[in-house]
């Protein structure tokens, strides 16, 4: 049983930041690609930043150079540091971890306000 649990959501204001947090527990491999997604209403759930048990990261381009997502590999916890946000990163925000099958957190809202 692998269990995702994120914290840090809430409501910004536009140019603000926020760092969200996912801590992984139970039967998890030894350092799994992890990530964030995010879905806002109507739309699909699209993926935000991932990173490898090694380090290596990818972003969306809407994300690209305002989103930073790190992990402790220690804590077996993920990151995603988000600055200068928009309302249009208004969504809630999934933690994923790739353990021969995808697992998901329960998502945490992120609300920006223009």
């Known amino acids: 049983q692998v269990r995702l649990v994120e914290s840090g959501g809430g409501l910004v204001q536009a140019g603000g930041s926020l760092r969200l947090s996912c801590a992984a527990s139970g039967s998890i491999f030894s350092n799994p690609a992890m990530g964030w997604y995010r879905q806002a209403p109507g739309n699909q759930r699209e993926l935000v930043a991932t990173i490898t048990g090694g380090g290596t990261t990818h972003y969306a381009d809407s994300v690209k150079g305002r989103f930073t997502i790190s992990r402790d590999n220690v804590k077996n916890t993920v990151y995603l540091q988000m600055n200068s946000l928009k309302p249009e990163d208004t969504a809630v925000y999934y933690c994923?971890?790739?353990?021969?099958?995808?697992?998901w957190g329960q998502g945490t809202q992120v609300t920006v306000s223009s």
């Open positions: 994923w971890a790739l353990m021969g099958y995808s697992y």
